[in-house]
């Protein structure tokens, strides 16, 4: 794999662990790291860390590349594996070793554990003491397992100008002698992402700054390189605050974070809103809420990302999906609410019905709700509030507009709006009070679309129908 950082060009990488799904956080990055290869023309890159090989599952690799495929995030080559890497991570250990900037480390479990109670009863931090550091292999007992440990700087201080933390500095007397290869020869996650992020051509490292103390454990490594064979560069490094829940703790569960599929098959929520919302999350534009995808390539960069954690909001998702639904294709939504619906679903019907369903709904699952009465069978089950409007009175008002209708021989909203108002007005009532129980019959329930939308809609064969199974 080579190295393209000599080029000039800006290369991004999103790198998850597939332990578990696509959460809102790791989508975030990911849309992060796409948007900035996007706005600088470069190359957006997928590498799966699945070196874990207990805890990684192809379900969670599926699930991933499904949800970054759903957000509409592609990339400019195939995904690299982790895991079908170690022999090179094994070599650049191994080069390290022989240059001198690794050593190998004899200490048994026993004596490390031994060294860390003596540690937490001293309280002092808990890490590696060099103890093998300067002492001869030769003085291991013959044949002894050992594990390769980076030899990092213990004089002096490291600082990294991040683009959105500033910059940071760390004493490298705080940095431990760190393992590179465990003691079956497999390499370590802080090695491997060090070596992939340099044969993929990295140039900016985005991630949340919940690895910014890793930054300082990878630039020995990159450093030391560097010395060893050259052309080692040191990344641009971006850690982006973490995602808070709307109470300001943690994001959990509780607050929604599940996986990217949730909120398409649980929430209903479309792929461009959850785009511009995580967009939002962290980064900003002036006061603007609502950007397309073509306008956040055009604006993102990192200076519009801030310093504090953002906090995730439900509903203002869902208020912000109501604007997209609106704005969506009408065949489109049709598409996703006849799969909500099941097989009873008529997407023609749910086409010409859109327009005056998408008005008030907020997802996908409102939109099915808000169908469902197109595709009910009489006798229609009413809910509790439908039923108390068809009373005595009710019963006789629809008995009165199923006459008055049957006789109304243009079935058009208009023409059924003039025919309807006319009679309230014979009958002395407010225009609701027919209005009420004529949707009650029709929908079953108390809200739906405009009434006369819905008698068009229905047709007018059912809909005198559904009003004659309810009247008096």
């Known amino acids: 794999m080579a190295s393209d950082s000599g080029s000039g060009q800006v290369v991004t990488r999103f790198a998850p662990s597939p332990t578990g799904f696509l959460h809102i956080g790791g989508a975030r990055t990911a849309l992060f790291n796409w948007l900035f290869a996007r706005h600088h023309g470069g190359k957006a890159l997928l590498r799966i ?3 874990d090989r207990k805890r990684s599952t192809q379900e969670a690799i599926d699930k991933i590349l499904e949800g970054l495929d759903w957000l509409g995030l592609d990339y400019d080559e195939p995904p690299v594996f982790q895991s079908e890497r170690a022999e090179r991570h094994a070599a650049v250990a191994n080069a390290l070793l022989e240059a001198g900037h690794a050593y190998k480390c004899f200490a048994t479990p026993e004596e490390l554990e031994a060294m860390r109670a003596e540690q937490r009863a001293s309280k002092q931090p808990l890490r590696y003491d060099g103890r093998w550091r300067d002492r001869d292999p030769s003085e291991a007992p013959e044949n002894a397992p050992y594990v390769v440990r980076l030899k990092t700087p213990t004089e002096g201080e490291t600082a990294i100008d991040d683009v959105v933390q500033g910059r940071v500095t760390v004493r490298n007397a705080e940095i431990d002698d760190y393992i ?5 020869g497999t390499p370590t996650y802080m090695l491997a992402v060090v070596v992939d992020d340099h044969d993929m ?13 890793n930054a300082f454990r990878q630039l020995p490594v990159i450093k030391a390189m560097d010395q060893v064979e050259g052309g080692w560069d040191e990344p641009v490094y971006a850690h982006v605050p973490l995602i808070h829940g709307a109470d300001g703790a943690k994001l959990s569960k509780r607050h929604g974070a599940v996986g990217v599929e949730s909120y ?7 792929p461009e809103a959850l785009f511009n919302y995580l967009l939002r ?3 900003g ?3 603007r809420e609502e950007i397309t995808r073509d ?8 200076d519009g990302v801030g310093k504090s954690a953002s906090r995730f909001d439900l509903k203002k998702l869902q208020n912000l999906n109501g604007h997209y639904i609106r704005e969506a294709d009408d065949a489109r939504l049709a598409e996703l609410v006849a799969a909500e619906i099941g097989e009873d679903a008529d997407t023609a019907l749910l086409t010409e019905a859109m327009p005056v369903l998408k008005t008030r709904a907020r997802d996908v699952r409102e939109l099915a709700d808000g169908a469902r009465f197109l595709f009910a069978r009489r006798p229609l089950e009413m809910t509790e509030k439908a039923a108390g409007l068809l009373d005595a009175d009710g019963k006789q008002r629809l008995s009165l507009v199923s006459t008055r209708l049957k006789a109304e021989n243009d079935w058009t909203i208009e023409a059924l709006e003039a025919t309807t108002k006319a009679l309230a007005e014979e009958l002395e009532l407010g225009l609701g009070k027919l209005a009420q129980p004529m949707r009650a019959a029709l929908t079953g329930t108390t809200t739906s679309p405009g009434i006369f939308d819905v008698l068009v809609l229905l047709g007018r064969e059912e809909a005198l129908a ?3 199974a309810q009247a008096a």
């Open 281 to 283: 999350l962290g980064w």
């Open 285 to 287: 534009h002036g006061d």
């Open 295 to 302: 306008e956040a390539i055009r604006l993102f960069d990192l």
């Open 466 to 468: 559904r009003i004659d």
């Open 264 to 270: 398409r098959d649980e929430l209903g929520v479309l």
């Open 180 to 184: 590179l290869l465990r003691a079956d």
């Open 201 to 213: 051509g990295c140039t900016h490292i985005i991630r949340g700054d919940d690895h910014l103390n």
């Open 49 to 51: 860390e699945d070196t």
